[in-house]
């Protein structure tokens, strides 16, 4: 193998020169430091943030890099995407975001990184003006999130179900859909969602408020709320409606973006049929949710894979203990 050139030993990672990289994730959590909630009409969650400050970053980065030596197009590539990795994973420590945004966001950064690398790239390499590029798009995040609409979020509605079949009579099933109670973290540790940050369920008791039957969740970290009774067939079905209070989720409990009941996400109803398969039964979970982002085709398709996995858990839990109770 021949040994690298001066110049090959540049383009690789680690290489010498890496503050460019440094100073694009630096952009980027400035962006997001003005970004803030309540900030002069900024948010996190508005599309000029979502898709231009990953391309900012990866602009800054690559005339950086550019200004010391000619890159190749694989390292605009590990570049672009390199800082915004470094930018959102710098916004933890930042205490801009928690662990659950970082997860779910930073995938959708890299990938637009990329793509604004390469661009800028292009750029450098064909134009006589990659300066002026670098800082028009570095500040164009700011311009647009100034006559961004804040209000009328796209919504999507979607409904996602998980079937599975439990070695018990359905009656067996049916009591511990209404009480579940002393859950341990080992029943639901290959739940995605309880990975990346979601305070784990602890029970699901029924009970009755004002006369009303309802589901009391309790989880980690102190969160909990109702599932209120809406349709009701005894042994067969039964589907309740989330109702969410003041104190249901603590501080720190949850990210502000992910919060279920709020601006962007909700899981609505959920619901349970129970049919009799010989001496099983078939358990179906279905959860009714919404999405409401400017980015609604990446946060539906993140929903649905996290929903998915939390089904599959749950119906999971149902089957070990209904099976375990009529061994």
Sequence with gaps: MQPLTEQEKQEKLPFPKWWPVVAGALVGLLLRLIYSEGNAGYDAMMGSFI????????????????RLARRRWGYYLVVG????????????????????????????FAMVGMVGA?????????????KQAAYSVAVLPLLLGAIEPTDGLPVRLATIERTVTIDAPRDVVWDHLMNVRDIRREEVEDGLAFRIGVPPPLAAVSDAVDGQPVRRISMGKHVHFDQI??????????????????DSFPPGA???HVVMGGAYFDIDTISYSLQTQGTATELTLSMHYRVSTRFNWYADAVARLVLGNLEEVLLGLYRRRSEATDA
């Design 254 to 256: 949850f990210d502000q």
């Design 51 to 66: 898709f231009i400050a990953p391309v900012a970053v990866s602009a800054v980065t690559v005339y950086l890099a550019e």
């Design 118 to 130: 390469v661009i800028m790239g292009a750029v450098c390499r064909k134009t006589n003006w990659p």
């Design 229 to 246: 009774q809406t349709a009701r067939r005894e042994h067969e079905f039964i589907q309740w409606r989330q109702r969410f209070y003041e």
């Design 81 to 108: 995407a390199g800082a915004n990795a470094l930018f959102v994973l710098g916004t933890v420590p930042a205490l801009l975001e928690g662990w659950i945004c970082v997860i779910v966001i930073l995938p959708l």
